[in-house]
């Protein structure tokens, strides 16, 4: 599913314009890449959350030139799926209904 899938989903379910559901997905989206940038951790009950995971500076090496090479510290965002969804996932899609608004 792509983000204008997701739209066009939103569109329809909630009867909405299409830059009215545009929007939605958008602040959302925004929203949790605000938090994460911030560093802060979202959790959606049932579905998953997503935190960074900071990585330290280390020393590799360039696969291609065996030359070593510096690695900077980095915060990766990383998302652990809750334990619902690993089970609705598990059990198959035909078990999952989805909610009318």
């Known amino acids: 599913m792509t983000k204008a899938d997701l739209i066009a989903v939103i569109e329809k379910q909630a009867n909405l314009p299409h830059h009215q559901a545009e929007k939605i997905v958008n ?15 979202i959790e959606i009950r049932g ?8 990585y330290k500076a280390y020393e590799g090496r360039n696969p291609k030139t065996g030359k070593v090479v510096k690695v900077s ?7 652990k799926v809750g334990k619902e969804l690993k089970e609705m ?7 999952y209904v989805i909610r009318e608004a």
């Not at 579905?47 to 900071?54: D, K, T, V």
């Open 47 to 54: 579905f998953g959350s997503f935190a960074n995971r900071n």
């Open 73 to 79: 510290p980095k915060k990766v965002p990383f998302f």
């Open 89 to 95: 996932v598990d059990e198959g899609k035909d078990k």
């Open 27 to 41: 602040i959302c989206f925004d929203s949790m890449i605000q938090a994460l940038y911030d560093d802060e951790r």
